[in-house]
């Protein structure tokens, strides 16, 4: 069930009403996550159901020590691994040379870390483990955040879905923001990325032959996944806080990083996040080497976390490809400020977006032939600068829209900061949620002639 789908917005209505005024309000939050799960189809839910249980069994019957780590590392992994990778392992590819299965469980990745995260999290201490099959099946369910993220911590959002099953959930007032995040997030998906998605497709079908559309598709497509997955997490968001539940943040307007570190702490957060804490942190920290050799394994550590993050997000080699970069970016960017002199922030911020535009096409390539292909037109400059391009706007047009592209991140920017939140407390009121919810159906209700699924399902 799309987030930007009139049967999202009536099931998102119906379970707020039913969380004002009705009881058993837990219950209703399960049913209306399986509604929105069911709508994936028979086979999605039942794998969903399927490794809900199988989590649930290894906290009942496996200690909370190092075997429950190890069993949900098995069952967890393994699912992903069985469903995500088995084509990649086997070495299948579609007729695009790609090893992503178009079968493959909506959101099983996202959901199966956020598994993963709360059995290591309980065996060590952070928090204390669900008490109920029931709290432990919302805390997977919780549908806005189930298909793509946030990928929640149990200490997030557990207390309160506890609170809600003890019915003493404390009732939320900023219904304002709310409703804004889910408007802010609709004009991302359904206004700017649904608009640049046919462009992007086009120029990607078949590598370009000239740089200036090999440039161009690629700076597009930054900003398609950008408006695209960021948008899902503005929806997810807001729709959680209506429903009385806070997630944590997932975006902070990413490409006014002046650093590839600095450009990931702001980029998919809840996953940076998990990596660090799950992956870099133990394999940092092992005694593995002599203690002249931690800072190699510092940053060996660095680009194996980065590669498992570039295979998390895909089947393929590409997707290899590309998290190796990026890890490797960021062992060069430490070496450079530990070494030299700090670049000045609008020259370390050109090289930060030029390096993520010019890897980016590793993620939207079909395979690692198709990528070394458009990078060769891209980055030899061939075909010059046009004059005129068939069937499209002027170059001195397209550079101007992209300038655009750039400016409403920066707006986006301004709107995150602390005053326009005290501007929504002193808005909050009927007139201005009938404005908003007014405001989102319409977006909702925008013809469209192609269905685009939010980018990231398919991860």
């Not at 695209?228 to 539940?245: E, H, K, N, R, V």
Request: hydrophobic share 55%; proline share 6%; charged share 15%.
């Amino acid at each position: 069930m799309a987030f930007n789908s009139l049967a999202y917005a009536l099931l998102l209505t119906f379970t707020i009403a039913w969380m004002a005024i009705g009881p058993l309000r837990a219950l209703m939050l399960i049913v209306a996550s399986l509604i929105f799960y069911a709508a994936a189809g028979p086979f999605d839910m039942l794998v969903f159901v399927g490794a809900v249980v199988l989590n649930w069994l290894i906290q009942v019957a496996v200690p909370a020590d190092r075997r429950r780590i190890l069993a949900a590392v098995i069952v967890n992994i393994g699912l992903i691994g069985y469903f995500k990778y088995r084509n990649m392992l086997l070495g299948e590819t579609s007729p695009a040379g790609s090893f992503i299965d178009v079968t493959l469980p909506l959101g099983i990745s996202f959901y199966s870390f956020q598994a993963l995260a709360y059995h290591i999290d309980v065996v060590r201490g952070r928090n204390g483990p669900a008490r109920s099959f029931p709290e432990f099946f919302l805390f997977k369910a919780f549908f806005p955040q189930l298909i793509a993220g946030p990928i929640v911590r149990p200490n997030q959002t557990l207390p309160q879905i506890q609170r809600i099953f003890d019915d003493k959930s404390r009732r939320h007032r900023l219904l304002v923001f709310g409703l804004s995040l889910i408007v802010l997030g609709l004009v991302k998906k359904v206004v700017l990325a649904d608009s640049l998605a046919p462009v992007v497709d086009d120029i990607f079908y078949v590598p370009p032959d000239s740089a200036y559309l090999a440039w161009l598709g690629a700076v597009l497509f930054l900003f398609q996944i950008y408006f695209d997955f960021s948008g899902y997490s503005d929806i997810a968001i807001g729709s959680a806080y209506l429903l009385g539940i806070r997630l944590p943040r997932n975006f902070a307007t990413p490409f006014l990083a002046s650093s590839i570190q600095e450009l990931w702490q702001r980029w998919h957060i809840t996953l940076t996040l998990f990596l660090r804490d799950y992956v870099f942190l133990p394999l940092a920290d092992m005694r593995l080497v002599a203690r002249r050799y931690r800072a190699m394994q510092h940053f060996c550590a660095i680009v194996l976390t980065m590669t498992l993050c570039g295979l998390w997000h895909g089947a393929g080699w590409n997707f290899v490809l590309w998290g190796t970069l990026q890890g490797i970016a960021m062992v060069f960017a430490a070496l450079w400020s530990r070494y030299l002199p700090s670049p000045p922030a609008p020259l370390g911020w050109a090289a930060t977006i030029t390096f993520f535009v010019v890897t980016l096409v590793f993620f939207r390539s079909p395979n690692l032939g198709y990528a070394f292909n458009y990078l060769d037109t891209m980055l030899s400059f061939r075909g010059g600068w046009p004059t005129v391009v068939d069937d499209a706007a002027p170059p001195w047009e397209v550079v101007a829209g992209v300038v655009g592209l750039f400016a409403l991140h920066w707006i986006e920017f301004r709107l995150q900061q602390p005053g326009v939140l005290r501007v929504m407390r002193r808005a909050e009121g009927p007139v201005s949620r009938g404005f908003l919810s007014g405001v989102a159906l319409l977006l909702i209700l925008i013809p469209v002639t192609n269905v685009n699924p939010f980018i990231y399902f398919r991860f």
